[in-house]
Nanobody, 123 residues
Framework: QVQLVESGGGLVQTGGSLRLSCAAS????????MGWFRQAPGKEREFVAA????????YYADSVKGRFTISRDNAKNTVYLQMNSLKPEDTAVYYC????????????????WGQGTQVTVSS
C-alpha cells in the first residue's frame, strides 16, 4: 500500500503563487509516475500535470502550461507542484496521484490517490 498526503494549499490573490507538496509513504515510491489533478466546484476532475519516476518526462494541461511546474525528489518521497500567476479559474481541490504507468496516470486511471488540498484564488 502507498499513502499520498497533499499539503500547501490555501487562499491566495490573483497573480500569486503556491507550492503544493505530496508526501508518499508505504510501498516503493520511486518507480511510480506521479501527477496532479484538480476538481473545481460543480466540475469534473481534470488532469493538471504529470512526471515520470526519474523526472525525464513532464506533461501539463494546456490551461496551466507556462504557469505551473511539477517536480519530484525521490530521496524525500515527495512530488511538488509550483503554481505561479494563479487565476480564479485555478480554484479547486488539488489531488496527488501515482501509477506505474505514465499513460494511465494522464488518463486518470491511477493506482493511488491522495485526499486533496484546497486551493482558492480570490478575484
Amino acid at each position: 500500500q502507498v499513502q499520498l498526503v497533499e499539503s500547501g494549499g490555501g487562499l491566495v490573490q490573483t497573480g500569486g503563487s503556491l507550492r503544493l507538496s505530496c508526501a508518499a509513504s508505504g510501498r516503493t515510491f520511486s518507480n511510480y509516475a506521479m501527477g496532479w489533478f484538480r476538481q473545481a466546484p460543480g466540475k469534473e476532475r481534470e488532469f493538471v500535470a504529470a512526471i515520470s519516476w526519474a523526472s525525464s518526462n513532464k506533461y501539463y494541461a494546456d490551461s496551466v502550461k507556462g504557469r505551473f511546474t511539477i517536480s519530484r525528489d525521490n530521496a524525500k518521497n515527495t512530488v511538488y507542484l509550483q503554481m505561479n500567476s494563479l487565476k480564479p479559474e485555478d480554484t479547486a481541490v488539488y489531488y496527488c496521484a501515482g501509477d506505474s504507468s505514465l499513460g494511465r496516470l494522464q488518463r486518470g486511471t491511477v493506482d493511488y490517490w491522495g485526499q486533496g488540498t484546497q486551493v482558492t484564488v480570490s478575484s
